[in-house]
């Protein structure tokens, strides 16, 4: 799988070596290089850096959709100009930089000018629970705190697995949704930095996350998926057995792919 190789290699490098990477990758894409972002901490396995969270809004109708970064026009260096997707949000420079890795980096949903809309949409490979399809709406996790299934504690959250910016594109954007009372107890709780992104990033216990492993690009089970040792209330990667923690957000950093201009 291209960039599987990379990306965890990539993922340990240090910032002495951002400048010769980034000479690299620039030329021949948009974005990538040295980027800090909001993750879900990988607690377990082989997994070198937690997934990126998408920060998320619910409409006036209870629609869940994704915050893309605003998207402008920039000039080039060499007199024309290009979109380009950036913005400040939660108190940390927002790009789609944060999903650049495992091959997503190619995906038609990170290019700023993506002809489509920023709504969640049920995934069919989801929980037994979910639809098969349509906007992904809050209403359907009335019962978030009382949810339960095979793994785990009752009333801890309920998930959904969806797709992002994925209308017309070869490939899809894969997304945990989570709703959680948990949540909503860390967003009250949390200090400094991780509570001003909490704040920006989640609406009414309501978070969300690319779903993809950053150890070898695998889409994890889910939360609350296997009974494997330290995963039945966590995300689970059944890849090589890596786990996440959906409610310990920590900030990190990697080395973001560059993005293909064509």
């Not at 996440?244 to 080395?255: A, G, L, M, R, T």
């Amino acid at each position: 799988m291209k960039g599987v190789v990379g990306s965890a290699a990539l993922a340990g490098a240090g910032t002495a070596g951002t400048a010769v990477l980034e000479s690299v990758t620039n030329p021949t894409g948009s974005g990538g290089g040295q980027t800090n972002y909001f993750a879900v901490e990988n607690t377990a396995g082989p997994a070198p850096r937690g997934m990126p969270m998408v920060p998320i809004e619910i409409d006036d109708n209870g629609d869940i959709k994704g915050v893309f970064p605003d998207v402008k026009e920039v000039e080039t260096e060499t007199g024309g100009t290009k979109k380009q997707a950036r913005m400040e949000l939660g108190g940390i420079e927002y790009t789609p930089n944060w999903y650049q890795y495992c091959g997503v980096q190619g995906y038609g949903g990170l290019r700023p000018d993506y002809d489509g809309d920023n709504y969640f949409r049920f995934s069919g490979a989801g929980y037994s629970w979910q639809p098969s399809g349509g906007k992904v709406n809050i209403d359907e996790f009335d019962d978030y705190d009382t949810w339960e299934n095979d793994y785990g504690d009752a009333g801890i959250g309920k998930p959904a697995k969806a797709t992002w910016r994925s209308q017309n594109t070869d490939n899809t954007i894969p997304i945990l949704i989570i709703r959680s009372p948990v949540l909503e107890d860390r967003v009250e709780s949390a200090e400094g930095e991780v509570a001003e992104w909490l704040e920006a990033a989640t609406d009414q216990g309501v978070m969300a996350i690319v779903n993809k492993c950053t150890h070898f690009c695998c889409a994890p089970q889910g939360f609350r998926t296997s009974n494997y040792e330290g995963a039945e209330d966590k995300i689970y990667c059944q890849c090589h057995q890596s786990i996440y923690d959906p409610f310990s957000i920590v900030k990190k950093s990697f080395v973001a792919f560059a993005r293909p201009e064509n």
